[in-house]
């Protein structure tokens, strides 16, 4: 799926906007243009305008607020991210192909970006609304809902998704209520005037268009909290059989540790240089808070050797963000040949050959694949 066309601010679209860039376009830059980067919606993008917006604060421990996007802007310190943002639904394909059948939109590796977010610290904003931290605030199972009701989604008369409090308040978390990315205004298919940012946390939950913030002691009713986004455990192979899971799953959170092979792409044929070594590149991912990415090896012969990528200094050391890598790896010709990368973190996570296979196709974090390569 192409994205060569970026969506203007005030662009009125009648239905779900889903699309993803090529993968190889993603590994050009660091930080995510918003031109070339993935779109996931539920529902048709609505037409909002800041001076209009508000955000309503209300729920158990507050005090009922509104404040608009001005108010956002002046009245709170404006704070800076650099986090990746990606669908859970990122490598379905590889599942679906690699293992068996699943639910879903055929995404392939590029339903994710990696982008300089900038707003109040959702902490800060629940302060204002009187939010009491104390000892019990985090201990008695409160979750925190945000909600967008400017349209009706394809499931559900509503968006909605919910985190645990704890996500929201601890400071190194980093959440925060976004007004910008990569230092220009949001655009409409990206959340303007205003989205969640929760930085390790799949996209599912980082709402677009926000209207309501709410501290409640249950997790959101929504339909896509409660029977969707969830890695539903090997039994549920079909609608049917799923049914009885979907109330005993716990939500997905954190995205899973991750890598990708951008370059070469699938099918491609590579001449091999005099020195049999081929260039290979992509981008990794650390799993939940447990960044940054500290190390990713790649294969050439089926995982049977592995060589060490070099990470580019210039993603930092941000636990949130992505890192792109290149290696140089020892090629032989041949035909249906696979190149592989996994990843590893700071918090020890690494990817193993494959991961859960699951009913919605979800959290697919196997290792990273370019397949059915000519090496001539």
């Known amino acids: 799926m192409s994205c060569s066309v970026t969506v203007q601010k005030h662009e009125y679209t009648a239905q779900p906007l889903?699309?993803?860039p090529p993968t190889?376009?993603?590994?050009?830059?660091?930080?995510?243009?918003?031109?070339?980067?993935?779109?996931?919606?539920?529902?048709?993008?609505?037409?909002?305008s800041d001076e209009r917006h508000t955000i309503g604060i209300g729920g158990v421990g507050l005090d009922s607020l509104e404040l608009t996007i001005d108010q956002l802007r002046s009245e709170f310190n404006q704070y800076t991210v650099t986090c990746a943002l990606q669908c859970a639904g990122n490598r379905r394909h590889t599942m679906r192909t690699l293992?068996?059948?699943?639910?879903g939109i055929d995404w392939g590796d590029a339903a994710v970006m990696n982008c300089k977010w900038r707003g109040p610290r959702l902490r800060d904003v629940l302060l204002r609304a009187s939010l009491r931290l104390d000892a019990n605030n985090t201990d008695r199972g409160l979750h925190v809902a945000f909600s967008c009701?400017?349209?009706?989604?394809?499931d559900d008369g509503f968006f909605e998704a919910s985190v645990p409090l704890e996500k929201c308040l601890e400071e190194d978390r980093d959440a925060i209520l976004a007004l910008e990315v990569?230092?220009?205004?949001?655009?409409?298919?990206?959340?303007?005037?205003?989205?969640?940012?929760?930085?390790?946390?799949?996209?599912?939950?980082?709402?677009?268009?926000?209207?309501?913030i709410t501290i409640q002691d249950h997790e959101s009713p929504n339909v896509y909290q409660q029977r969707d986004y969830k890695v539903l455990p090997p039994e549920a192979t079909d609608s049917q059989s799923a049914e009885k899971y979907w109330g005993c799953t716990p939500p997905m959170y954190d995205v899973p540790?991750?890598?990708?092979?951008?370059?070469?792409?699938?099918?491609?044929?590579?001449?091999?240089?005099?020195?049999?070594?081929?260039?290979?590149?992509g981008y990794a991912l650390p799993e939940g808070a447990d960044?940054?990415?500290?190390?990713?090896?790649?294969?050439?012969?089926?995982?049977?050797?592995?060589?060490?990528a070099e990470l580019d200094a210039s993603?930092?050391?941000?636990?949130?963000?992505?890192?792109?890598?290149?290696?140089s790896v020892k090629m032989t010709p041949g035909n249906k040949v696979e190149i592989l990368s996994r990843a590893t973190d700071t918090g020890g996570n690494s990817q193993r050959e494959h991961s859960q296979w699951n009913l919605r196709g979800v959290g697919y974090s196997g290792y990273g694949r370019a397949k059915n390569l000519t090496i001539a």
């Open 182 to 212: 990569n230092d220009t205004p949001l655009t409409a298919n990206h959340g303007y005037p205003v989205r969640v940012v929760l930085p390790g946390i799949v996209g599912v939950r980082w709402v677009k268009w926000l209207e309501r």
């Open 291 to 308: 960044g940054p990415v500290t190390q990713v090896q790649v294969s050439g012969d089926g995982g049977r050797s592995w060589v060490e």
């Open 149 to 154: 009701y400017k349209v009706e989604c394809q």
């Open 99 to 103: 293992l068996k059948e699943v639910q």
């Open 24 to 48: 190889k376009a993603l590994i050009d830059h660091f930080l995510t243009p918003q031109e070339i980067s993935y779109d996931r919606n539920h529902g048709p993008i609505p037409p909002l």
């Open 257 to 281: 540790i991750n890598s990708v092979v951008a370059v070469p792409s699938d099918g491609e044929t590579v001449s091999v240089p005099p020195s049999g070594l081929v260039e290979v590149k």
């Open 18 to 20: 889903n699309r993803e």
């Open 315 to 327: 993603s930092g050391n941000s636990k949130w963000c992505w890192v792109l890598w290149r290696a």
